[in-house]
T-cell receptor, first 113, second 114 residues
Framework: GENVEQHPSTLSVQEGDSAVIKCTYS??????FPWYKQELGKGPQLIID?????GEKKDQRIAVTLNKTAKHFSLHITETQPEDSAVYFC????????????FGTGTRLTIIP | DTAVSQTPKYLVTQMGNDKSIKCEQN?????MYWYKQDSKKFLKIMFS???????INETVPNRFSPKSPDKAHLNLHINSLELGDSAVYFC?????????????FGPGTRLTVT
């Protein structure tokens, strides 16, 4: 089955700086890679996703890059703000399989004012 | 206009009891899921239903039994609760049965077994 590794487990950055979270996956058949943000006491919320037919996707201050050959993908947050503090999860699945998402172990991001 | 709702939000019970968690989605989605998040925040899928049909059943003890009375509801019943069942349980839903799309998560149910 799919295995997703995520690094780092904790990350602290100064407000305004950039944050990068990296994930690797094991199943070359995976072709859908979402990122979720989980705030304290809430359920995970999708913030951006990428499919295997593109290498990069941006949405305002967040971007995701995908390297299918190396089987890794990354989340980039620029101009970080205090409200970016949360736990971030990467995930992988086969877009046309049974929609089983395999999650990474999470990164606790803290933005230092 | 909550998209995915769960009840109760908190559940404290003793070992050996039987309890249920209810989930409802008003998004018109075809697929619903149950996830377990342990104390280290690790999220793992337990079950998935598409139009009331079980499509994912991970290696979960058979003390856990999902029930989907219709495609808008997916309940989770747990028999003979154990200390290790303490976790946050999330319900989620997504559109379609064969195409990955955004999964919408509920607010979670924090289960504490004493």
């Amino acid at each position: 089955g799919e295995n997703v590794e995520q690094h780092p487990s904790t990350l602290s950055v100064q407000e305004g700086d950039s944050a990068v979270i990296k994930c690797t996956y094991s199943d070359s058949a995976s072709n859908y890679f979402p990122w979720y943000k989980q705030e304290l006491g809430k359920g995970p919320q999708l913030i951006i996703d990428i499919r295997s037919n593109v290498g990069e996707k941006k949405d305002q201050r967040i971007a995701v890059t995908l390297n299918k050959t190396a089987k890794h993908f990354s989340l980039h947050i620029t101009e970080t703000q205090p409200e970016d503090s949360a736990v971030y999860f990467c995930a992988a699945s086969m877009a046309f399989g049974n929609e089983k998402l395999t999650f990474g172990t999470g990164t606790r991001l803290t933005i230092i004012p | 206009d909550t998209a995915v709702s769960q009840t109760p939000k908190y559940l404290v019970t003793q070992m050996g009891n039987d309890k249920s968690i209810k989930c409802e989605q008003n998004l018109g989605h075809d697929t619903m899921y149950w996830y377990k998040q342990d104390s280290k925040k690790f999220l793992k899928i337990m079950f998935s239903y598409n139009n009331k049909e079980l499509i994912i059943n991970e290696t979960v003890p058979n003390r856990f039994s999902p029930k989907s009375p219709d495609k808008a509801h997916l309940n989770l019943h747990i028999n003979s609760l154990e200390l290790g069942d303490s976790a946050v349980y999330f319900c989620a839903s997504s559109q379609g049965s064969r195409g990955a799309g955004e999964q919408y998560f509920g607010p979670g149910t924090r289960l504490t077994v004493t």
